[in-house]
């Protein structure tokens, strides 16, 4: 309530460590979106909240105002992160960084309808889980085409950054400490390595696995993109190191 009184603008917001009720977030995401405080909101996070479940229906007509929001953050509360990124990807959203750290990510996307917006450049999936099928509609979703168009209101900075990622792409990928069962390992063997296109630029692969079968389908994963600068390694660990080296 006080924010409706307050007359600055406010750019920069987040609620962590919160116990809510959904009808408490509701009501922030309402608020977020309708108060001319919040027009030049650049970064939003809930991190940690304790929430019976994330209202994620809110984040469409959130999404489609905000068109200074650069920043994303919903970080261990009770979502499905899938829900979340179709959100996201469904919208015109002007995000560059979007942050799904330590969520569950098990429903499969409706691919067609799911492109990555035009202007992201980052996407950070730490500590998070993933079901197969989940994880291997996200790994095309990231390889795949990404939107063009952006809110109208987009500030031509931004406009111009998108057009510039659709020519360069400029993509950075986390998946550090990640939570995959087998059959999440295996989805790798199923991939449409054809279809994939070259955007990532950075890829971080940090405090996982890789079971020896699936070491040969990783690096053929690693092959389509073709514009990777940075690979990042730490602690992974194998199954069968010769695999690896071979």
């Known amino acids: 309530d006080s924010c409706e009184s307050y007359g600055g603008p406010i750019e920069e917001f987040a609620i962590t460590q919160c116990n809510l009720l959904v009808t408490d977030i509701v009501k922030v995401l309402r608020v977020v979106s309708s108060l001319e405080c919040f027009l030049k909101i650049r970064c939003l996070g809930f991190l940690g909240d304790k929430i019976p479940q994330f209202p994620i229906d809110q984040l469409p007509p959130l999404l489609s105002i905000c068109s200074c929001l650069e920043n994303l953050v919903i970080s261990e509360v009770e979502a499905d ?75 031509r900075a931004t406009v111009e950054f998108a057009a510039n990622a659709q020519k360069n792409p400029n993509l950075m990928i986390k998946m550090a400490s990640i939570i995959l069962n087998k059959d999440g390992y295996e989805s790798f063997k199923n991939f449409n390595y054809s279809a994939m296109q070259s955007n990532i630029v950075e890829f971080d692969w940090s405090n996982n696995k890789l079971p020896g079968p699936v070491v040969p389908f990783f690096f053929k994963f690693l092959n389509t993109q073709k514009n990777m600068r940075i690979l990042i390694l730490n602690n992974i660990r194998l199954e069968k190191q010769a695999l690896f080296f071979k």
């Open 81 to 155: 992160g899938s829900q979340v990124l179709a959100a996201v990807c469904n919208s015109k959203t002007p995000l560059k960084v979007l942050k799904l750290n330590n969520l569950s990510f098990h429903t499969n996307f409706t691919l067609p309808n799911s492109t990555l917006p035009a202007a992201l450049m980052h996407i950070d999936f730490t500590k998070s889980s993933f079901s197969a099928l989940a994880f291997k509609d996200i790994m095309a979703l990231i390889t795949g085409k990404r939107k063009s168009d952006l809110l109208s209101n987009v500030d």
